[in-house]
């Protein structure tokens, strides 16, 4: 079905966002996050951006102190996704101006709201930065 | 802007990360939550500003991963706010916080449809992403037309049509029926026809998922993705904002390439000379660029068509560029890109015939057998395991036992596995193999599954020529000062069978391998205890003439565990004990043990049920595998019509290699005591271990017992009755039994068709009696004999039906509890001075109380392990079951309104439903099923049950059971298991079902 989940964690393990397309229990995020974060944060830079864990695939792309990881199912193009996480960091980058963790821990809504425009029920929905903004700046205005 | 003017939440965030450790982090989150909860509970003074903050304060501390299990009124309240921010928030917290099976999300259901089908497009913005992420049944059911409505719409803008499209995904996803394919596809396929990249994204998606379910329905829909295709690649009126470092959207082109590779083939010759030209353009012009992001995109779309003409394998040219390209994958220094080309290479040896050309890059893919990264070697491994035949087994095998010393602990069991599989399979000469196998054992023996040595215990038994040789290597490996608890069971089975053999060699008599063994056994855990006893016995009884110090020294060991603690050291210390004295009878007793009949390797069996998965197991993932692999040993219980002279059950448990001497024992045993005559040779049974799986073969027909039932179907009646039925009053019973109208009875004179409808635990049935003749008929009688779990109440029914009239009866049910009896309609009437009475079992049958259900495995899974043990989880090997393809299986499942969640169960030959039983009693109780079959023999296969309740438990599996087993007895309800299930005789209905 796509993509399963997605995670911003930085690089002392913290999740700064995380948002989940299957559910799954308290207990269950909190033990896939720490299993997640010790496999992919202890990889160095020569190693693939591709982490096979349970059932998933995890493609993951490091920006500064944080950790951007995708968890997909196994039949997902992960190329696609890993370039998806670039694109989501760069629409980030045109709303926050050069976008850091701070920012993403301050203003997680627009962060959620961002990512709400670009995926949904694990599938992309929209990949134009102008449209995915859109609605934010529509609400900037309105304030 | 939404945040920075709640100052209170930029506070808590700032607090929070300046907790000095966890404990400080819980003590503040805490705090926080205590005071939201009073804020909450007094909702006098609560703004909607502050609902808004306490809900995102709600959604940090659930992100920071703490339980928060209040307030989700308050988040699902703000939906229906009136403003933009406040509905914003409102719909985004919800969908973060609960799941599609909350009851607030029940409630909310009216707003978010008000939302949807209002004019605010903002507004249908949010209410579509909430339930495209979480929207349930209840929301597919009662809100799909309008979402259907809203993308077929042409005054629907992009913004709300790309939503609706993956809204409709996932209703879709949790009710196929609410997309109708007939008119669909067509809608489809004009939907496929838009111009606006990101609508066509969105749809897209849902097409992907629509053909997945059902490609027939949606070829018209193939020159439209072909066309997308052709517009994409040369980047004809494509935004500049839809393209991603000059790629035309990446996103798109994967997409619809991956929608491609659902249909078989492309029949139609310019589609297809269309779409051949994009690939040949993606594999021929994508060039390595410097810039890491472009060079990922074009990448990702140069894999999906590597993948859709793999999945084509058409062109010959083609395919050969893809191996050449992949060749070129696997060597570049670029991580991502040689991870990529070992996993599409191992997925091309799947789809085509290109094993020589992938040979020669074996010694590249060794390479990154050894890279640093563990994503990588798991690759390389999949692909060697792939790619191995008797050409390079040797070569590959070596270097994955090389590789064993060195993996991570991970990786090991799967290694020691495959490397097992492929020395078996590939094996040039059998000695090869036990070598082989030795040294997994030496080199990861805490890896090396019992699966593995009892397989190389039946080849060398099986193979006279090897026998010296592996008794001389298993004598070698004892000569090691620390050797594993594996290789000492596999090394004392193998001397004690075939030392003998080696008599001549120097330290290979009989009492040198008595005490190297020997030496052995203060370290060895009891299991193997129980096998070295034996060894010592068959040691024993090869040292002819008895050397009499060697035969103290092992009696003395006999009777030492004579008073074992254990039961089985017991009982072989006592038996070996006592056998041996009995001299030369000891010779025929304990002689070799025979040959083992030809199987299927249990360890193929094994790696295919592991082959789901790639990397290590999840919990979930590794239970349910537990489960699988469990049914490997299925040592079932014997059928109860077997003769009860299979006394070694009692003395021995089955599932281990212990026994292959106590079998011996056993007859022996019960020969002397004189219980039986004759002994038969039970090995197929008792060798349940090494055989590999399957049952006791040859066992059938218990489940037949319904053959004489099948004769009784037909009404009591009927052989008194002057009028015969005109139908099949059996088949159409059966029919009813899925279907909730149609004929129930049918003569020359009247007809009875049946209406029913169902909800929860309660039907209301109309029967529609019919007369069929012009004059009317007399003395018409209808009498209900309800079991005792269903209430029923029949309307009265007219004694006298008049010509060509059709009267109803409506019939109110209630179930009150889980059973499988069948209500009865005694129906009687006079035609002229004929009296006719007929008794018709009502279909008001267990399923008619079951609610379709899907589930994911996430939600499948906790609820199969947290019913764990018999009644509320019931299995039994069912046997006689009529064949039928898994498919077949499926669809009946799925007409009883057993929902089957197609993938759930790693394994293929698997299926697992689910649904939800309604009667007064359990109320809504969930059902699971598992039905585990054997590919190698349809007639049989593992039933596993579970639910809430003990009876629902039982009737539910004996249910199935009924309609799995020869079809006469599908439609024949209870009564099978009179024993279990004792009818009270004052319960009319039942015992009138009973005799039907």
């Not at chain 2, 838009?194 to 027939?216: A, I, P």
């Not at chain 2, 103290?552 to 210390?573: G, H």
């Not at chain 2, 039928?884 to 009946?892: D, P, W």
């Amino acid at each position: 079905m796509g993509i399963r989940f997605i995670l911003m964690v930085n690089k002392q393990g913290q999740t700064r966002l995380a948002q989940y397309y299957e559910y799954l229990t308290l207990e269950e995020r909190r033990t896939l996050e720490g299993e997640i974060v010790r496999k992919c944060l202890a990889r160095n830079e020569q190693q693939c951006s591709f982490v096979e864990h349970r059932t998933y695939k995890i493609v993951y792309r490091r920006y500064a102190s944080l950790f951007f990881l995708v968890g997909v199912d196994n039949d997902e193009n992960e190329l696609a996704i890993l370039e998806f996480i670039h694109l989501l960091v760069e629409t980030m980058d045109r709303h926050f101006g050069n976008v850091c963790e701070l920012d993403i821990m301050f203003h997680l809504e627009k962060a959620h709201f961002m990512l709400e425009e670009m995926v949904m029920n694990g599938c992309i929905v929209e990949t134009s930065k102008n449209n995915i903004l859109a609605p934010i700046q529509l609400m900037d205005k309105a304030s | 802007m939404a945040l920075s003017g709640m100052r209170g939440l930029s506070v808590f965030i700032s607090e929070i990360r300046n907790c000095q450790n966890k404990e400080q982090e819980r003590l503040r989150v805490d705090k926080e939550l205590g005071h939201i909860r009073n804020r909450f509970k007094n909702e006098k003074g609560l703004t909607v500003y502050d609902k808004k903050k306490y809900v995102w304060k709600m959604l940090y501390i659930f992100m920071l991963g703490y339980d928060v299990d209040f307030g989700h009124m308050e988040a699902v309240s703000l939906i229906s706010a009136p403003k933009y921010p406040e509905k914003q928030v409102g719909y985004l917290v919800t969908s973060c916080l609960l799941n599609e099976n909350h009851d607030f999300l029940r409630l909310a259901i009216n707003t978010v449809r008000n939302d949807i089908i209002g004019r605010n497009e903002t507004f249908q913005c949010l209410a579509l992403t909430l339930v495209g992420n979480i929207g349930g049944r209840d929301f597919a059911e009662s809100l799909a037309p309008d979402v259907q409505k809203l993308l077929i719409s042409s005054s629907c803008r992009p913004l709300v049509k790309k939503k609706a499209a993956l809204c409709l995904l996932r209703l879709f996803r949790k009710n196929p029926d609410v997309v109708n394919v007939d008119g669909w596809s067509d809608r489809m396929s004009q939907l496929l026809d838009e111009r606006n990249l990101g609508v066509l994204t969105s749809s897209m998606s849902l097409f992907v998922s629509l053909v997945s379910n059902n490609h027939e329905a949606y070829w018209s829909c193939l020159p439209k993705c072909v066309k997308v295709l052709e517009r994409l690649a040369r980047n004809q009126d494509v935004p500049q904002e839809y393209t991603y470092y000059g790629i035309p959207s990446p996103w798109l082109q994967v997409k619809t390439m991956r929608a491609l590779q659902y249909f078989p083939t492309i029949e139609d010759p310019n589609t297809r000379r269309a779409l051949f030209e994009v690939l040949q353009r993606v594999l021929m012009g994508t060039d390595v660029v410097k810039n890491v992001n472009k060079n990922n995109a074009s990448h990702a779309v140069l894999f999906e068509a590597l993948a859709l003409v793999m999945h084509l394998d058409a062109e010959k040219e083609m395919m050969s560029q893809c191996v050449a390209l992949l060749g070129k994958f696997i060597a570049v220094r670029e991580p991502n890109i040689r991870y990529l080309g070992l996993e599409n290479m191992t997925r091309m040896l799947m789809v085509t015939d290109v094993q020589e050309i992938i040979k020669r890059h074996q010694a590249q893919i060794i390479t990154s057998l050894k890279d640093p990264d563990i994503s990588i070697r798991r690759r390389a491994l999949d692909l060697l395991y792939a790619m191995c035949d008797i050409s390079n087994a040797k070569d590959i095998v070596e270097e994955l036992l090389q590789y064993l010393g060195t993996a991570e602990f991970t990786m090991r069991e799967e290694l020691a596995l495959k490397a097992a599989i492929l020395a078996e399979k590939f094996a040039p000469d059998l000695s090869w193999y036990v070598d082989v196998i030795l040294q997994l054992i030496d080199k990861a023996g805490d890896f090396v599954s019992d699966d593995i040595w009892f397989r190389v215990v039946q080849f060398v038994t099986n193979n006279e020529d090897l026998q010296p040789y592996a008794a001389l290597k298993a004598r070698e490996y004892l000569d090691k000062p620390a050797i594993h608890e594996t290789m000492m069971k596999v090394s004392a089975y193998l001397l004690g069978e075939y030392s003998h053999l080696l008599a001549r060699r120097p330290g290979c008599s009989p009492k040198e391998i008595f005490s190297i063994i020997h030496e052995k056994l203060p370290t060895v855990s009891t299991p193997t205890i129980s096998i070295l006893l034996s060894t010592y016995a068959k040691i024993l009884m090869h040292s002819q003439p008895p050397d009499p110090e060697l035969q103290n020294q092992i009696w003395a060991i006999f009777s030492k565990y004579e008073t074992s603690i254990d039961a089985e050291i017991q009982q072989r210390a006592v038996e070996y004990f006592a056998l041996s004295k009995k001299g030369a009878a000891l010779m025929d007793i304990l002689a070799e043990m025979p040959k083992f009949p030809e199987r299927e390797s249990s360890l193929i069996k094994k790696a295919e049920d592991t082959e789901a998965d790639t990397a290590e197991l999840s919990a979930i993932k590794s239970r349910a595998q537990q489960q699988a692999s469990n049914a490997l040993v299925v040592t079932d219980q014997h059928p109860a019509n077997e003769p009860p002279q299979v006394t070694q059950l009692g003395m021995v448990k089955i599932p281990s290699i212990n026994n292959l001497e106590n079998n011996h024992v056993d007859q022996e045993v019960t020969q002397t005591n004189g219980i039986m005559g004759e002994v038969e040779p039970q090995n197929g049974d008792i060798l349940g271990d090494l055989l590999a799986i399957e049952g006791p073969p040859g066992v059938s027909g218990t489940e037949t017992l319904t053959e004489e039932g099948a004769l009784a179907l037909a009404p009591v009646g009927e052989l008194e009755n002057a009028v015969k039925p005109v139908i099949d009053i059996a088949e159409r019973f059966r029919d009813l039994c899925v279907k909730d109208s149609g004929v129930l009875y049918e003569d020359p004179y009247v007809q009875i068709g049946i209406k029913a409808e169902w909800r929860g635990h309660q039907g209301r049935l109309v029967l529609f009696l019919g007369n069929k003749t012009t004059s009317s008929l007399d003395s018409v009688h209808a009498v209900i004999l309800p079991p005792s779990h269903l209430k029923l109440e029949l309307s009265s029914v007219p004694e006298i039906i008049p010509p060509r009239a059709q009267v109803q009866c409506p019939l109110e049910v209630v179930n009150l509890c889980p059973s499988r009896d069948v209500a009865v309609l005694d129906f009687s009437y006079k035609f002229g001075t004929t009296l006719v009475d007929n008794k018709l079992r009502l279909p008001a049958v267990l399923n008619k109380f079951f609610h379709p259900v899907t589930l994911s495995a996430e939600e499948f899974f906790p609820q199969w392990r947290s019913l764990a043990a018999p009644p509320l989880k019931l299995q039994e090997v069912v046997r006689g079951v009529r064949v039928m393809s898994l498919g077949e299986m499926t669809n009946l499942l799925n007409s009883l309104k057993l929902i089957v969640s197609p993938g759930l169960d790693p394994n293929a030959n698997n299926l697992v439903a689910s649904t939800t039983f309604y009667s007064e009693s359990t109320q809504s109780m969930l059902c699971l099923v598992r039905i585990e079959t054997d590919p190698a023999d349809r007639t049989q296969l593992r039933l596993t049950v579970a639910s809430g309740d003990s009876t629902l438990t039982f009737e539910l599996k004996e249910f199935i059971k009924e309609q799995l087993v020869s079809i006469p007895a599908a439609s024949r309800p209870p009564v099978l298991q009179p024993t279990i299930q004792p009818i009270s005789s004052s319960d009319p209905g039942a015992l009138l079902a009973g005799l039907l």
